[in-house]
């Protein structure tokens, strides 16, 4: 091919891949400032016990927050091949739940204690087009419906009545989808989510690529269009900021899990350190808002 036709098709294709690039970022709506949340501390992340997710607990009174990691699942759990614990999240009444998932299988598993301190657990069949991972639960304010994720590029969450707090769940019974919350822009692996009103979350992704957002590993907030409950709801997705990436090593980082306690107004969240570092100087870093 003569070199000037070369320089032509580059010319062209450059400007094909500038064009693509800008009606992605396009579609990704920008923050405000009202959205604007700020790092104002952070805490070392045990790399056994603190580094899958994180929870703030309300009930009983001056309860501690509660993490997961590989450390924390307990042996019954993980010799039955539940083993791998992903970001839980509480219920205003107590109710604290883990999401567990296996190496292979067709079902994911949601272990729930209660606020007298008693275990059970709940297990949902795969349905169809359904991914193996279970990533992370958040609790809706109302405490009757709860949000549970997949890993990789997604444009939806699952909705789940809340296993122990519904009156329809029973650790006896299969644990059924109730409805789908439909994104308005695609996500990916996705970490962790919390809510912070009933219809808005703010989530953790660990996006290595920043291709969806101009980010990796953003801090995004997700508009409900509706309160989630047995009917589909739109989520418009908004990019915040880029989550906290500092470490004495370099290499790839990895944000894990997302907490929102409403009592202190107080955003957490964990970002794994790469390589050695994994056992130094991950945090869990915290924010408050603008």
């Known amino acids: 091919m003569p070199l000037r036709t070369r320089q032509r098709r580059h010319a062209v294709l450059t400007g094909l891949v500038a064009l693509a690039t800008a009606a992605v970022l396009s579609s990704a709506t920008p923050a405000t400032a009202a959205d604007t949340w700020t790092e104002v501390g952070s ?14 607990v309300e009930v009983p009174a001056n309860s501690a927050n509660r993490y997961t990691g590989i450390g924390t699942i307990p042996v019954s759990v993980s010799s039955r091949g539940w083993n791998h614990v992903g970001d839980p999240d509480a219920s205003y009444g107590g109710y604290y ?6 190496d292979s299988g067709t079902a994911k598993m949601y272990r729930v204690q ?38 990789g590029t997604m444009t939806r969450f699952l909705v789940f009545p809340t296993p122990g707090v519904n009156a329809s769940t029973s650790p006896s019974a299969n644990l059924p989808q109730a409805s789908t919350v439909t994104l308005d822009h695609a996500v990916r692996d996705v970490q962790g989510c919390d809510f912070v009103t009933a219809t808005q979350l703010l989530c953790s992704s660990d996006d290595p690529a920043g291709t969806l957002f101009g980010i990796t590993k953003p801090l995004l907030r997700i508009d409900l269009s509706g309160e989630p409950g047995t009917a589909d709801v739109t989520g418009h997705v908004t990019a915040l900021r880029q989550l906290p ?8 980082f990895e944000a894990e899990g997302i907490d929102y306690d409403r009592r202190t107004g107080t955003l957490r969240v964990i970002v794994v350190s790469p390589g050695f570092c994994v056992l130094t100087d991950s945090k869990t870093y915290r924010f408050t808002k603008n």
């Open 114 to 151: 209660s606020p007298g301190g008693t275990w059970s657990e709940y297990v949902h069949t795969l349905g169809s087009g359904e991914a193996l991972n279970n990533s992370w639960v958040a609790i809706a304010p109302s405490g009757q419906w709860m949000l549970s994720g997949e890993y």
């Open 97 to 102: 739940i883990e999401p567990y998932q296996a």
């Open 245 to 252: 990436l500092r470490s004495s090593c370099s290499g790839t």
């Open 43 to 56: 805490d070392r992340a045990d790399p056994l016990t603190e580094s899958q997710g994180l929870a703030s």
